[in-house]
């Protein structure tokens, strides 16, 4: 079950459509109906059905930096988690458009990973752009599933 590239460029569209639908469920159902979306979207495309998922969200910190759970994943993506109270909720910021910007892929049959910038517009037309790596596994079924999602914030040189 060999990845292609359109794999990975079809994979990465879901991922910025899922974030774009959890906020839109937010913004119109509250914290409930994003947490369905968001739990629905994590079964869909992240491989948390193979095992631990390597996640480091972009802004997660501490003991609480990989979420290598489903429940560590979803209470990044919604927050108001009194296991993670840290988290805000990266989803739920009212997010309308993803763009991602390939910087490199490597594809070994059913195992790619993928890294570049992520670009996320919010309904204020304001951007975020994230560094981003994910790693890519077909499982059983033929579906692309997030096995790697390493995200951070570009380096800012000081002076």
Request: proline share 4%.
């Amino acid at each position: 079950m060999q990845i292609t590239e359109d794999d990975i460029e079809k994979a990465l569209a879901i991922w910025g459509n899922g974030k774009i639908a959890i906020s839109k469920a937010f913004e119109e159902g509250g914290i409930e109906a994003a947490r369905r979306v968001a739990s629905a979207n994590i079964d869909n495309y992240y491989g948390y059905n193979l095992g631990p998922v390597l996640f480091k969200p972009t802004m997660a910190s501490g003991e609480q930096t990989f979420r290598p759970t489903k429940a560590g994943a979803l209470a990044y993506f919604c927050g108001h988690s009194k296991e993670y109270p840290l988290d805000n909720g990266f989803a739920i910021m009212g997010w309308r458009a993803m763009e991602s910007i390939t910087s490199a892929s490597f594809i070994q049959n059913d195992v790619a990973m993928w890294m570049g910038w992520i670009k996320l517009t919010n309904k204020d037309g304001s951007v975020t752009t994230v560094d981003k790596s994910f790693g890519y596994k077909k499982d059983e079924t033929g579906t692309l599933r997030i096995v790697l999602h390493h995200s951070s914030l570009p380096y800012q040189p000081q002076g």
